[in-house]
């Protein structure tokens, strides 16, 4: 599968606790994004990588929260001392500079109880 | 602010029918937009795609439409199938805001295929 990977595919924490995600983009992509998507509403906007440059962040993006894409491949994103308010459906898409299209990965559901 | 919106939250067609999904967006700025599906437990899937320059654009079933005069957008699907069913957002970018590429979303139309 080429596509982009994310894992794990569901996860289940304890309030406080740090939870770290995982996204492999579609080789050759050197552009990287991840989303957060709440029950019934769209995808917004968390953060962009282009190679390993961190380039923007949204404001939802708090202090708790951290991404990285270290090499310029796969990216990490970690939220320090979860709240219940966290628990959405994290998503990565990436894309080829050059390129428009976005394509996601299928997520990571994080419930945060 | 800058907001995507989508006129009716659920459609639902007959099987074999046509399917129109609407879509109004509030930011002039916006010269990019993009259709997506998703499927139930599933990430967005790229549907279709359609620049400001152009008003019409047709892919395999589907059609996009763009009316820049009233900052509205409209998804047709032809012989709408049960593997149709999911939710459909709208999605905008500003080509032109640099190299970020951010998408804003819509909430999403719920389209269901009855048989």
């Known amino acids: 599968d080429t596509g982009v990977s994310q894992n794990p595919r569901h996860k289940i924490t304890k309030r406080g606790q740090n939870v770290t995600f995982r996204c492999d983009p579609i080789s050759e992509h050197n552009r990287l994004y991840w989303y957060r998507q709440t029950l019934g509403q769209g995808p917004e906007f968390l953060t962009y990588f282009q190679n390993e440059a961190q380039l923007e962040k949204s404001r939802l993006l708090s202090d708790r929260f951290s991404a990285e894409r270290p090499k310029g491949s796969f990216s990490t994103l970690e939220i320090q001392r979860t709240e219940q308010g966290d628990s959405a459906m994290y998503l990565c898409?990436?894309?080829?500079?050059?390129?428009?299209?976005?394509?996601f990965g299928q997520g990571t559901r994080l419930t945060v109880v | 602010g800058e907001s995507v919106g989508l006129h009716l939250p659920t459609l639902s067609v007959q099987e074999g029918d046509n399917s129109i999904i609407n879509c109004a967006y509030s930011?002039?700025?916006?010269?990019?937009f993009i259709w997506y599906k998703q499927e139930s437990g599933k990430g967005p899937q790229f549907i279709i795609d359609i620049r400001s320059n152009m008003d019409k654009r047709q892919g395999q079933r589907v059609t996009v439409l763009l009316n820049k005069t009233v900052k509205h957008l409209s998804l047709q699907i032809a012989a709408t199938q049960p593997g149709d069913s999911a939710v459909y957002f709208c999605?905008?970018?500003?080509?032109?805001?640099?190299?970020?590429?951010?998408?804003?979303f819509g909430s999403g139309t719920q389209l269901t295929v009855l048989p």
């Open positions: 930011n002039s700025a916006s010269d990019y």
């Open positions: 898409a990436s894309s080829l500079g050059g390129r428009n299209e976005a394509f």
């Open positions: 999605a905008e970018t500003r080509l032109s805001s640099g190299s970020a590429r951010q998408l804003t």
